[in-house]
């Protein structure tokens, strides 16, 4: 077996790990591509084993990034601080960015987590000249808000469809809602109106159970 491809049986923290020489030194630029690449005079516990005085439990996730060039944690995995300074020390200059990249995107997945996005669909069937004869429908994108919006359907069911579509939009909006996207089709004399209207709100929250109630 060749030098470079011999096997290492280190001694971290207390920790035991074997690994490849060619792992150790994946990275030529880090400390244990110096250290296990060269003549460099390591240091052996009394097993004769190359011994480094650093965290053994983080090395672990350190060892595998060396052998995957990934970083995969588990989910519970909390020492992001002490992996980052392990990962300095050894300098494996792409694992400290993988580790900036891990962080970022779990806290904005984090972020996301606590946001939930209630969504109102409207649509309505106006015919030109003729308001009365139109049609306004209104329906909630999850069952909290199909509940919300029972009581503006009950007020459209009756009366000209224009003037409520307009005081719709308008409750929607000042309780919170924003137009996602709009869309219009005619057939002839009749114009057809479609509306998704999105409110971000905190997970769980009390606002997103709120009874929105058209104005008699």
């Not at 630029?29 to 005085?53: E, P």
Request: glycine share 8%; aromatic share 10%.
């Amino acid at each position: 077996m060749s030098a470079t491809n011999s096997i290492v049986t280190l001694n971290v923290g207390g920790h035991i790990y074997t690994t490849s020489r060619s792992t150790l030194t994946s990275y030529p630029d880090s400390m244990l591509g110096a250290m296990f690449g060269g003549d460099f005079d390591a240091l052996r516990d009394d097993q004769g084993r190359y011994f480094i005085d650093r965290d053994g439990t983080v090395f672990e996730h350190v060892l595998n990034f060396l052998r995957t060039s990934e970083l995969i944690l588990p989910e519970d995995f909390k020492k992001f601080h002490l992996l980052e300074i392990e990962a300095d020390f050894y300098q494996i200059q792409p694992l400290i960015e993988a580790v900036k990249g891990y962080k970022s995107r779990l806290e904005h997945s984090k972020d996301e987590e606590r946001w939930t996005h209630d969504v109102v669909l409207v649509s309505s069937k106006l015919y030109f000249g003729s308001p009365e004869k139109g049609s306004l429908s209104v329906y909630g994108g999850s069952k909290e808000i199909e509940d919300m919006v029972g009581n503006l359907r009950k007020t459209i069911s009756k009366g000209d469809p224009e003037m409520h579509m307009i005081a719709l939009l308008g409750i929607l909006q000042d309780n919170g809602f924003t137009v996602q996207s709009y869309g219009v089709d005619t057939e002839g004399c009749i114009f057809k109106h479609s509306w998704v209207f999105v409110r971000k709100t905190v997970r769980n929250s009390s606002r997103s159970k709120q009874n929105v109630e058209m104005p008699m």
